[in-house]
């Protein structure tokens, strides 16, 4: 598959590094001749110091022959623009970065497709998605609603208190049990489990389950205790506060703390509708934090656009009796630190930019792909063709490959769990779990 990339930023320059691994053709173009020379000796891949918005620059790219053009410069109107030009040319696929929310609006999709631009992407607003969905369940690292909640998955860290330790899940995820155990995080490593496998302490544990079983869940892993989210306070005043802080329950209560003066200004024009506090000070000021109520606080993120800060700050909010912390890390080799210190859910805009990206590429019917943060999985949810693969034995002869797991399907709206005797059928909606990018390589079973 022959990929264009437009911006060797820190979401190009990602994109390049994982889809280099599975022997794409990759050319990266950036008119910063600096941001290529630190890149193109790394990947196996072809940097062009060109202008994207450049006719001459996109033909020595090769954009004519493209199946894929990404655009992820910083800027959303170059993004479109080359997009643009690229489709003109023949690029079969394109996908452009952008930061203004009316564009995503439904009704937009013909417009946008009609100008050569197939997909667009919002970064800050699908952060904003799973932040909230962070603070909204402070029991759980992850949580992802799978065909509008027919089917759920559950990200968990077990701790003492949890049921589900040390039994083999070959007992614990017998027939007919009410959830799978799909992926296991453990130390460095991620596990796509078999029966054999046990759950340890300190393990991140993936539920895949239907919303009726979910406080089941929950007692069994020991966190019923946990209380839930009435008060927020976030620390940063980005884009992605912002559409956080729009996307939160009204029965919270939100306390945004914001260095720059006139960025709290700009945020209550912005939130003039929402019932938030926009306070100017240091977030990182523990007296601040005191006087503005954190021991009375169930939820704290840390937005800034600096890692090493939001770190830190989720640390001292734990410190002072915060249960539930959200941490914006960009820099992708922090995350696993982040983890090692038990700072609650991680957030990071690359790994959510490349999960919609990656979904472009494959040739299968996929509504959606989720990456996991903290472990080396993917998640796809596939609707199955017509005379698929997948239709023509029960699962366990579909011969899948090793680190490969089907977690549930979703039919006529209902999400059931699969076992080894489950017969998929043509127009299901199916979620595979997958180590290592190996998503690319099931395209052959549900086409």
Not at 41 to 64: H, R, Y
Request: net charge neutral.
């Amino acid at each position: 598959m022959k990929i264009i990339i437009a911006g060797a930023g820190a979401v190009g320059t990602h994109l390049a590094e994982l889809l280099s691994k599975e022997n794409q053709d990759i050319v990266l173009i950036d008119e910063s001749e600096e941001k290529l020379a630190s890149i193109s000796g790394s990947f196996d891949l072809m940097t062009l110091n060109v202008s994207p918005t450049s006719i001459s620059g996109l033909k020595e790219a090769g954009a004519a022959h493209a199946d894929l053009f990404i655009a992820v410069t910083p800027y959303e109107t170059k993004n479109m623009t080359c997009c643009m030009l690229a489709s003109a040319m023949g690029s079969r696929k394109t996908v452009a970065r952008i930061d203004n929310s009316e564009y995503l609006e439904p009704q937009y999709n013909d417009f946008f497709k009609k100008m050569g631009i197939n997909s667009l992407i919002y970064p800050e607003m699908l952060a904003a998605k799973d932040i909230v969905e962070g603070i909204k369940h402070s029991w759980v690292r992850q949580w992802w609603d799978v065909h509008d909640g027919a089917l759920v998955m559950l990200g968990i860290k077990l701790r003492e208190t949890a049921e589900v330790l040390n039994i083999p899940l070959k007992d614990l995820c017998a027939p007919g049990s009410p959830y799978h155990i799909v992926a296991v995080k453990r130390d460095e490593d991620t596990i796509i489990p078999n029966g054999l496998v046990e759950l340890k302490l300190g393990d991140i544990a993936y539920f895949m389950t239907t919303k009726k079983y979910i406080p089941y869940i929950r007692k069994i892993v020991g966190k019923e205790h946990y209380s839930d989210v009435k008060n927020v306070m976030i620390m940063g005043g980005g884009r992605t506060t912002v559409h956080a802080a729009q996307k939160l329950p009204s029965y919270m209560e939100v306390k945004i703390i914001e260095q720059d003066e006139k960025r709290c200004l700009r945020l209550n024009e912005l939130l003039v509708n929402n019932d938030i506090m926009v306070i100017n000070g240091d977030g990182r000021d523990t007296s601040l934090l005191l006087d503005e109520g954190i021991h009375h606080t169930q939820a704290f993120a840390a937005l800034t656009n600096q890692t090493e800060t939001n770190i830190l700050a989720c640390l001292a909010a734990k410190r002072m009796g915060v249960r539930k912390t959200v941490a914006l890390v960009e820099n992708i080799e922090y995350v696993t630190m982040a983890e090692k210190l038990d700072i609650g859910t991680i957030i990071n805009k690359k790994t959510i930019a490349a999960s919609h990206i990656y979904q472009m590429m494959l040739d299968a019917d996929v509504a959606n792909v989720k990456c996991l943060t903290v472990a080396n999985a993917d998640v796809a949810e596939f609707v199955v063709k017509p005379n698929a693969k997948v239709t023509r034995k029960q699962v366990k002869d579909l011969g899948l490959p090793q680190g490969v797991t089907i977690g549930g399907l979703v039919r006529d709206g209902e999400g059931f769990l699969v076992s080894g005797t489950t017969q998929i059928q043509a127009g299901d909606s199916v979620v595979v779990f997958s180590k290592n990018m190996f998503i690319k390589k099931l395209d052959k079973y549900f086409t």
